[in-house]
């Protein structure tokens, strides 16, 4: 055997001497621990059984997986970083839920956040589950400096058109942060009558991180509350669909016909209304 061979041979039996009388089990839990040292994580190398081996590859790949995430969070912070850079301190963004139903409200909401606050797995409202959005809503509840809600009806989105409603509303989240921000970000919208200075970015809430908590506040706001209407209103499917144009959703409409929370503006519900008179 020559020194290569020979020091390999010995790396490699010390880890499996260090390991020795470790069960597979107890390695797994080792590894899900929140710290693991270079030193055990050599040791584990250097032990032969594929089970230990397995172990070790999914616990590097779970690292990979978590540095990507918190790549991603602190590119969120770009926006709010370049703003503070010059002279910005509250900093709000602002972002809407519920343009595309046939049924139920517009809602909007505004979070001014502190800086570089840690909410793990925060993304667009769209991209995370049930359980985590409503995981991330009680973290911004108890961790933003301030947070607003917008909410326009079915009436009036019938009377000003979505596009006007959803502009309410979401100045009506901005005029309810207390305090007031000085600066406002946007997903992809511009607050008209609002003197603030903004700045509206495309697909805001996965670019933004306070963009990305609105979204979060406004989507569990508006889906607890079309889980309200939906004992109101039962047959549509209001807490499954939140209003959406579900194939739930139209067999109800045309089982039980228009509630007073449809839009009546809306395809088909204005041409169910048109058949019926």
């Known amino acids: 055997m020559d020194w290569w061979g020979l020091l390999l041979w010995t790396v490699r039996k010390s880890g499996r001497q260090k390991n020795l009388g470790q069960t597979i089990k107890e ?9 693991v040292t270079e030193q ?54 602002i972002d ?18 502190p800086e570089n606050v840690a ?13 985590k959005r409503e995981s991330l809503f009680l973290e911004i509840q108890e961790t933003a400096l301030a947070i607003g809600i917008g909410v326009v009806s079915p009436e009036t989105i019938d009377r000003l058109n979505i596009y006007q409603a959803t502009l309410l509303a979401m100045e009506q989240a901005l005029q309810k942060l207390t305090p007031q921000p000085d ?11 609002s003197s603030l200075p903004q700045k509206s970015l495309i697909k805001g809430d996965a670019k933004s991180v306070s963009i990305a908590a609105a979204s979060v506040m ?24 939140a209003g959406y144009g579900t194939a739930e959703h139209l067999a109800g409409l045309a089982d039980n016909g228009v ?19």
């Open 183 to 193: 600066f406002v970000l946007i997903d992809a919208m511009t607050v008209k009558n």
């Open 40 to 93: 055990e994580l050599k040791e584990l190398a250097a032990d032969e059984r594929k089970g230990v081996q397995h172990l070790l590859q999914q616990y590097y790949r779970r690292q990979e997986k978590l540095a990507a995430e918190k790549a991603r969070y602190q590119r969120m912070w770009h926006y709010e970083n370049e703003l503070r850079e010059k002279g910005y301190k509250l900093i709000a963004g």
């Open 96 to 113: 809407e839920v519920g343009r595309g139903p046939l049924a139920g409200p517009v809602v909007a909401a505004a979070v001014i956040l």
């Open 218 to 241: 406004a989507k569990v706001t508006r889906d607890r509350m079309m889980a309200d209407y939906d004992q109101t209103f039962p047959g549509y499917g209001f807490a499954k669909n």
């Open 119 to 131: 909410l793990d797995g925060l993304n667009d409202s769209k991209q995370l589950s049930l359980a």
């Open 259 to 277: 509630t007073a929370i449809h839009r009546k503006s809306f395809s088909p519900v204005k041409e169910m209304l048109q058949q019926s008179q």
């Open 27 to 35: 390695i797994r839990e080792k590894l899900h621990q929140s710290v």
